[in-house]
């Protein structure tokens, strides 16, 4: 959440308070319409994304098998060295994407499938998908909105009667960073042998500023 966070103010990081305030207001506003403007389109118990996830898991539960126990238990088998137990009361699978997404897995839907042959009340499958992914929770999440401000000239002014002055800066040398300082583990995984890799970056020519070459293979006339 940090790092989505910090993603979204990034061209608003370095402004004044109020201004990086302001931006961020903004930003929010124009997010929470076109939400909304997704909602009023979308149809269904669930949100669009959780829809789309749980068709290709329907699609994969067909190729399984299961073996019920007649109780609460469930084996499910599939590919070589995917079988798992489901508990359909503990809601859980031992895979744990069930778990950690709220959105039933393939196991979890061909258990549930054997448990409505078997003559069980299971409803739809859409039913046992947390009520995180349901659209009513997603229009409560988006249901407040962010009112308009005037613009400065029409603020009132403060009462307080102690001037608050901004501190004495320090203009440091070089170009202020806008890049978020990375944490340790991933400046680990681009060190190797000491070095920083260049896996993930593209050198350009200091010649003609193309990507691919550097100055010695360029063949760009002098």
Request: charged share 25%; with cysteine.
């Amino acid at each position: 959440m940090c790092e989505v966070f910090n993603g979204k103010i990034v061209e608003g990081r370095d402004m004044p308070n109020i201004s990086s305030l302001e931006y961020i207001k903004e930003y929010l506003m124009r997010r929470i319409v076109n939400v909304l403007e997704v909602i009023d389109k979308s149809e269904g118990l669930l949100t669009p994304t959780a829809t789309t996830e749980l068709q290709n898991i329907r699609t994969n539960a067909a190729h399984y098998t299961v073996q019920w126990n007649g109780g609460d238990l469930y084996q499910v088998s599939g590919r070589p060295g995917k079988q798992r137990v489901v508990d359909l009361v503990k809601r859980t699978c031992t895979c744990r994407r069930w778990e950690l997404t709220g959105i039933p897995c393939e196991h979890v839907v061909a258990a549930i499938w054997n448990k409505a042959l078997n003559g069980g009340r299971v409803g739809a499958v859409e039913s046992w998908v947390n009520p995180v992914h349901r659209m009513d929770t997603w229009r409560q999440v988006y249901s407040f909105k962010i009112n308009p401000i005037n613009g400065r000239p029409l603020w009132p002014r403060s009462q307080v009667p102690t001037t608050l002055t901004p501190p004495k800066h320090n203009k440091q040398v070089g170009r202020p960073k806008k890049a978020r300082t990375r944490s340790a583990f991933e400046l680990e995984d681009l060190t190797q042998g000491g070095k920083l890799s260049k896996k993930e970056t593209k050198g350009a020519c200091s010649k003609c500023g193309n990507t691919g070459h550097n100055i010695r293979t360029c063949k760009q006339a002098r």
